[in-house]
DNA sequence: TAGATTGTTAATCGATTAACAATC
DNA sequence: TAGATTGTTAATCGATTAACAATC
């Protein structure tokens, strides 16, 4: 049942999957070869339990006695979080966090390829934000027909960012990663918002209650 | 038993706060005056059992039949996750990450107050973010001894974040909100990690799988 | 062979949902 | 009063941990 999912992996297991990868391939960086799940819970403060549990909903990688090789283990989580498949990403919304998304995230290795910038502002238009040329939103749609992106970063303000959640959606694009400061709602989409404000609240409930 | 909890209260409880708190700002920006946990469900996409369950943690801030007071139960979230009480944070690392974080996070409406910004590199200090003068790495220790900051921002290289997180929590820092691509390990801290890149690769694992 | 460690099944734990008495 | 909705207890559901046979 190599690489076969039964059924479908809940959100936590999906979750943990790349910090399993990183770990590999800090792993495999300082040269080690083999593993077990024993340390590989040390190291990631969880039970050996678990991560086996975990990496048996994607098949067999392991060898009794013998634990994980690292290469391979890594190899295998890289298949199956979809890594080696450079998918075509846009980014609406080139302002100050647009910029710094684009040019610090590394794409090409998270399984995503940039390959369009987009925003309204007319002084925008023309300049170069991580190797692309920044363009007019009116060409949103031709660009999406043309090159068909699968997802996109948007980095909007929040009034704007339902509806362009929404034409993008239309245009073929399945996958949003929302830095505007807002919910999100599509249907046909997958959409993963990265609340900021709600993580450093967060932040000041617990240190008002340690 | 008001704004009393009896017990700890569970981590998907407390992170679910600062969205409820975002949705009742937004109804009385609108300008409603009167819920229930029935529409905040519907508006969340949750069961109106678990938001009654989740407030319940913190005391009885409806009335059976009448349902909650938009006003009242913003103010009580607001108090119960601590935003009226501005903690002083400090940035460590104003590169491009740590100038956007600190031009565009809106500390003073999520509980912190924003009080220096230090940075390694010669050429970066004395300049201008945020209203604050970047200062050297070197200042940190008798910054701290003298303004207390309880908080801090990490956005560091990956190489310096853990060491830097060490002093900081000698220093008197209790809590680290880590854009650093790493995880941090310290005794006696929250530290709330924003793993961008582990965000981005979930999106990879669900596009090819939907 | 003996020791180690997997993948998987069973047991436990905790979180979510449902139900309902209390009461506005 | 009748309808609505809370806060809370009980039931359900799902995720984590423990146990163990299989086997390297």
């Given at each position: 049942m190599h690489l076969m999912q039964k059924y479908?992996?809940?959100?936590?297991v999906v979750r943990r999957l790349p910090r399993y990868?990183?770990?590999?391939?800090e792993l495999e960086r300082n040269g080690v070869t083999r593993t077990s799940s024993r340390e590989l819970g040390k190291r990631l403060g969880m039970t050996a339990s678990q991560i086996r549990q975990d990496l048996s909903c994607f098949g067999c990688f392991g060898r009794q006695?013998?634990?994980y090789a690292v290469k391979e283990?890594?190899?295998?989580?890289?298949?199956?979080?979809?890594?080696p498949d450079l998918l075509p990403m846009i980014l609406v919304g080139a302002g100050s966090l647009g910029k710094v998304v684009s040019e610090n995230v590394r794409f090409e290795e998270r399984g995503f390829r940039l390959i369009g910038i987009f925003d309204i502002k007319p002084e925008l238009i023309g300049k170069r934000l991580a190797e692309l040329q920044i363009q007019p939103i009116e060409e949103l749609e031709s660009f999406c027909a043309a090159k068909k992106p699968v997802a996109a970063v948007l980095c909007l303000p929040k009034e704007s960012a339902q509806a362009v959640a929404e034409r993008l959606v239309l245009f073929g694009v399945r996958g949003l990663w929302n830095f505007s400061h807002c919910d999100i709602a599509v249907e046909q989409a997958?959409?993963?918002t990265v609340h900021l404000d709600d993580s450093l609240m967060t932040l000041s409930?617990?240190?008002h209650n340690l």
């Amino acid at each position: 049942m190599h690489l076969m999912q039964k059924y479908e992996v809940s959100v936590p297991v999906v979750r943990r999957l790349p910090r399993y990868y990183r770990l590999l391939q800090e792993l495999e960086r300082n040269g080690v070869t083999r593993t077990s799940s024993r340390e590989l819970g040390k190291r990631l403060g969880m039970t050996a339990s678990q991560i086996r549990q975990d990496l048996s909903c994607f098949g067999c990688f392991g060898r009794q006695g013998c634990g994980y090789a690292v290469k391979e283990l890594r190899e295998n989580l890289e298949q199956i979080i979809g890594l080696p498949d450079l998918l075509p990403m846009i980014l609406v919304g080139a302002g100050s966090l647009g910029k710094v998304v684009s040019e610090n995230v590394r794409f090409e290795e998270r399984g995503f390829r940039l390959i369009g910038i987009f925003d309204i502002k007319p002084e925008l238009i023309g300049k170069r934000l991580a190797e692309l040329q920044i363009q007019p939103i009116e060409e949103l749609e031709s660009f999406c027909a043309a090159k068909k992106p699968v997802a996109a970063v948007l980095c909007l303000p929040k009034e704007s960012a339902q509806a362009v959640a929404e034409r993008l959606v239309l245009f073929g694009v399945r996958g949003l990663w929302n830095f505007s400061h807002c919910d999100i709602a599509v249907e046909q989409a997958e959409v993963i918002t990265v609340h900021l404000d709600d993580s450093l609240m967060t932040l000041s409930y617990k240190l008002h209650n340690l």
